[in-house]
């Protein structure tokens, strides 16, 4: 049995936390992630720092809730796309670049994730797991469903399966789109990620 995602990535924002979410976004596009500061977030919100920071114990972790609130809005749309797929093969494959082409048009997933903050980022999304988190909640139902039709092992861990998904998203997310045709992406998924995946 896998351990469930972070009780965080269960709540949905609202009330002033949203507030201050959507400000933080704000801010970051205005003026990057690495530059972004407490004080810019609680004036953006028309709030007091004090506000702002019993909500948010310091920057990282404003950082980590924007990145979960952008989970909360995309895991229930990435769903309904891979479930129109009719067999587990395509929805792994169509589901990963379906991310990968909305996480490339996203401004804030570009600024959180490819952006000059990568290195906070990446240390946040490792070191709390939330990236692996966020990708169990999207996929554990489609993975279960697949084992459950006997066209996915039934020996994977799903949370190191997660882990796996988030690390090749992550490393597709950077990567120079127009070295590589969809076409080419979704022959490299078929050949480099499926096989771990079939029993």
Not at 96 to 102: E, R, S
Not at 179 to 186: M, N
Request: proline fraction near 4%.
């Amino acid at each position: 049995m896998t351990a469930g995602p972070s009780e965080s990535l269960r709540r949905a924002g609202g009330g002033v936390r949203e507030r201050l979410l959507r400000a933080a976004e704000e801010c970051f596009g205005r003026f990057g992630v690495a530059k972004t500061t407490m004080e810019d977030v609680a004036k953006a919100a028309s709030v007091s720092r004090a506000t702002l920071y019993r909500h948010f114990a310091d920057r990282e972790a404003l950082v980590v809730a924007a990145v979960e609130r952008r989970a909360l809005i995309n895991v229930p749309r990435m769903q309904a796309h891979i479930q129109r797929w009719p067999t587990f093969a395509d929805r792994l494959v169509e589901g990963l670049i379906y991310n990968i082409d909305k996480g490339s048009r996203d401004p804030v997933v570009q600024l959180l994730i490819v952006s000059e903050q990568h290195g906070l980022v990446g240390r946040t999304l490792g070191g709390h797991t939330l990236a692996e988190g966020i990708t169990l909640l999207m996929w554990e139902p489609i993975f279960l469903d697949a084992i459950t039709r006997g066209e996915m092992r039934s020996d994977l861990d799903l949370r190191a399966a997660a882990r796996w998904i988030a690390g090749v998203n992550l490393l597709l997310l950077e990567r120079d789109r127009s070295v590589v045709t969809e076409d080419a992406l979704r022959e490299e998924l078929r050949t480099f990620v499926l096989p771990a995946f079939l029993p």
